[in-house]
């Protein structure tokens, strides 16, 4: 039993080691294969477990400008106060569109009032996303002179309760939302051709509104006015469809913007070459002074203690990796420093550990899962708390996943080694 346990820390070590490895393409003919490709999206729609996100400080970033045109008859001190509103309102749209690495903030100069939106490097469609977060978010409804010249008599006044956005397994990324009972008939109305759908316009973009197809299986009374709206193919097709819905979502949590916002389409680019061509340098930096570290503890004990020793500080920084790769982390300064963190904790946890009597080792892993534990927690409720823009937040979400490999190492992986007897292992 105990050479399973020592068979199962190789194996996951490995394993996860593989699978942590930057994403790498072999072609093979005409076909090409990428490394490593496994589908997470079950736990993580936006895992990239070949490589991390490109974030701020140590790769390029792109700032586009949009410039606010206000009633000249305004004072400045008028002006400055409605840009600070506006400002606000983009940062509203923002977090209700997952857009957590994108930075909002006002700016005044010689051409004017202006509101300027930060995107790290990883982002697509930057110029796209910074169009529609700028948007004046006018919603009506109309119908498609395609298929019906039935015109439609609803307003988005007339929606009740919340807009959601959701995912669903026929039309894929779609606004949900329920009109009043008393838009019923016009409601009914308006699905009177064909193809049973009317048109949603936001700004310039359009989405089909459809009777939420649960109403047809269950005739409930309550969905009656439940609707759901696909968005054409101009935004259905994007990789960034869910963050468009969301945006488009937040668009209903207030008034449309009655300024008139000009974004120019071409950004300002934020050079970080001084840093980015050395990220495998810094990668490099902390493997040799994980390697140095173990090195050390190799001289001062015996040559057992040494590989459990070894074994568990592999098993952490693979942990640690993986889950920050599941959660599509952004490398950044902020990131690298709370993975330098958890791995202090790590190196103080275990020279503890491996430094006292056998019989007293077991209680201390309980000892580590708890205080792992009370740090994972008072890590994510800082997370939360802070604003998604904040420096801190990758540092935070490095340590939480630093503190969650702890306390899984310590329940599993960790006892299996102390357990082991390395030196009857190669026989």
Do not use: W
Request: some cysteine; glycine content about 4%.
């Amino acid at each position: 039993m105990k050479r399973l346990k020592i068979v199962y820390v190789f194996v996951f070590i490995i394993i996860l080691g593989l699978l942590i490895l930057p994403q790498f393409n072999i072609k093979i003919g005409d076909s090409e294969i990428k490394y490593p490709n496994i589908d997470f999206s079950l736990v993580n729609s936006n895992a990239t477990l070949g490589s991390f996100n490109k974030g701020y400080n140590l790769y390029d970033s792109e700032v586009y400008s949009a410039t606010v045109s206000f009633d000249e008859t305004l004072e400045a001190e008028a002006k400055e106060s409605q840009l600070k509103e506006l400002v606000k309102i983009i940062n509203t749209r923002v977090a209700y569109s997952n857009l957590h690495d994108v930075k909002v903030f006002g700016s005044i100069d010689s051409e004017g009032y202006k509101i300027n939106m930060q995107f790290p490097d990883y982002m697509q469609e930057t110029e796209k996303l910074a169009k529609y977060l700028v948007g004046q978010g006018l919603v009506s409804f109309e119908n498609d002179p395609q298929v019906s010249q039935v015109g439609v008599s609803l307003t988005d006044t007339e929606i009740e309760g919340q807009v959601k956005s959701q995912f669903d397994e026929q039309y894929g990324n779609v606004l949900s939302f329920k009109f009043a009972k008393t838009a019923l008939t016009n409601f009914y109305y308006a699905l009177q051709n064909e193809n049973k759908y009317f048109l949603m316009r936001v700004d310039n973009s359009y989405f089909a509104v459809i009777q939420d197809p649960n109403y047809a299986s269950t005739q409930s009374v309550d969905l009656q006015t439940a609707a759901i709206a696909v968005p054409f193919a101009d935004l259905k097709l994007s990789p960034n469809v869910a963050m468009y819905t969301n945006i488009v979502r937040s668009y209903f949590l207030e008034k449309p913007i009655e300024q008139i916002i000009t974004l120019n389409e071409s950004p300002n680019i934020i050079k970080r070459d001084f840093v980015a061509d050395k990220i495998s340098y810094i990668a490099l930096f902390i493997i040799s002074g994980v390697a140095i570290i173990t090195f050390l503890y190799f001289t001062k004990k015996n040559r057992i203690h040494a590989l459990k020793f070894s074994l568990m500080v592999l098993s952490f920084m693979v942990t640690t990796t993986f889950i920050l790769k599941l959660q599509s982390a952004t490398l950044s300064v902020s990131l690298i420093m709370g993975f330098l963190i958890g791995l202090i904790i790590m190196f103080f946890t275990l020279g503890k550990l491996l430094s006292i009597d056998e019989p007293l080792q077991r209680s201390y892993l309980k000892e580590i899962v708890n205080y792992s534990l009370f740090v994972a927690l008072c890590a994510y409720v800082l997370f939360r708390f802070l604003s998604y823009s904040n420096y801190m937040v990758d540092g935070l979400g490095a340590l939480l996943a630093a503190m969650l490999s702890l306390m899984f190492l310590a329940t599993f992986n960790y006892k299996y080694i102390l357990d082991s007897e390395l030196k009857n292992f190669r026989k």
